[in-house]
T-cell receptor, first 117, second 113 residues
Framework: QQQVKQSPQSLIVQKGGISIINCAYE??????FPWYQQFPGKGPALLIA?????SEKKEGRFTISFNKSAKQFSLHIMDSQPGDSATYFC????????????????FGKGTKLSVKP | EPEVTQTPSHQVTQMGQEVILRCVPI?????FYWYRQILGQKVEFLVS????????KSEIFDDQFSVERPDGSNFTLKIRSTKLEDSAMYFC???????????FGSGTRLTVV
C-alpha cells in the first residue's frame, strides 16, 4: 500500500518530442505528489508538485496530470531537450506526525530519460 | 538559492567501522531527513527529525543508525558498525513544512570495503 509504481524504466525521446512518465499509487491518504529530477552524482531536485485537489499543474514545459479516481499521476515534458536527459522520480507523501509537517516521501523506482538531438 | 550542504562527498570505510555523515540544512527549515539510494535503485527514506527528536523512521533505520543535531546548524547521521550493504549514496534533505517540497543535498557516497 505504501508503494508508488513508476513506468517506464527508461525512455528515449527525440529533441522536441513529448516525454511522458506515469506513476500509480494505492494509499488514498497520500496528499502530495512531487516529481524530482536527478542528474548523475547529484541529489534529487524538486521539479514540480501537485496536490489531489487539482487535476493538472503546469510550470513551463513541465505538466503534472493527476487522476484521483484512478490513483495515477503523470509527468509530461513538452518540447524535450537534451538538457532534460536525467532520471525522473515520482513520489508521494502524506501529512507528517506533527502539524504542518510533511511525511516522508515514498519514491518510485525512477525513469531514465534520454533526449536525442 | 539556499542549499543543503553535505560532507564529505565520498567516504570509504572498512566494514565494522563507525562513520558520521554531516549535513547543513537550509537555515530556516524545521524538518530534516536522511534518505539513501543504493546504486541504480530508488531513493529510500531512513529517518525524519523535528524539534530535536526523531519523528519517523523506516525499517532500514535500525539500532546501528543514529541522528543528531548537535548545534543550530549541523545534522548528522551516524552508522555505528558499517556493513557492506550500507554502501550507498546518502542524501540529507530539509523543508520548511508541508507542501513546500524538500531540498536535497548532493549526497555522500559511502563505500564500505
Amino acid at each position: 500500500q505504501q508503494q508508488v509504481k513508476q513506468s517506464p524504466q527508461s525512455l528515449i525521446v527525440q529533441k522536441g518530442g513529448i516525454s511522458i512518465i506515469n506513476c500509480a499509487y494505492e494509499n488514498t491518504a497520500f496528499d502530495y505528489f512531487p516529481w524530482y529530477q536527478q542528474f548523475p552524482g547529484k541529489g534529487p531536485a524538486l521539479l514540480i508538485a501537485i496536490r489531489p485537489d487539482v487535476s493538472e499543474k503546469k510550470e513551463g514545459r513541465f505538466t503534472i496530470s493527476f487522476n484521483k479516481s484512478a490513483k495515477q499521476f503523470s509527468l509530461h515534458i513538452m518540447d524535450s531537450q537534451p538538457g532534460d536527459s536525467a532520471t525522473y522520480f515520482c513520489a508521494a507523501s502524506m501529512g507528517g506526525n506533527y502539524g504542518g509537517s510533511q511525511g516522508n516521501l515514498i519514491f518510485g523506482k525512477g525513469t531514465k530519460l534520454s533526449v536525442k538531438p | 538559492e539556499p542549499e543543503v550542504t553535505q560532507t564529505p562527498s565520498h567516504q570509504v570505510t572498512q566494514m565494522g567501522q563507525e562513520v558520521i555523515l554531516r549535513c547543513v540544512p537550509i537555515s530556516n527549515h524545521l524538518y530534516f531527513y536522511w534518505y539513501r539510494q543504493i546504486l541504480g535503485q530508488k531513493v529510500e527514506f531512513l529517518v525524519s527529525f523535528y524539534n530535536n527528536e526523531i519523528s519517523e523512521k523506516s525499517e532500514i533505520f535500525d539500532d546501528q543508525f543514529s541522528v543528531e543535531r548537535p548545534d543550530g546548524s549541523n545534522f548528522t547521521l551516524k552508522i555505528r558498525s558499517t556493513k557492506l550493504e550500507d554502501s550507498a549514496m546518502y542524501f540529507c534533505a530539509s523543508t520548511s513544512g508541508a507542501w513546500y517540497g524538500y531540498t536535497f543535498g548532493s549526497g555522500t557516497r559511502l563505500t564500505v570495503v
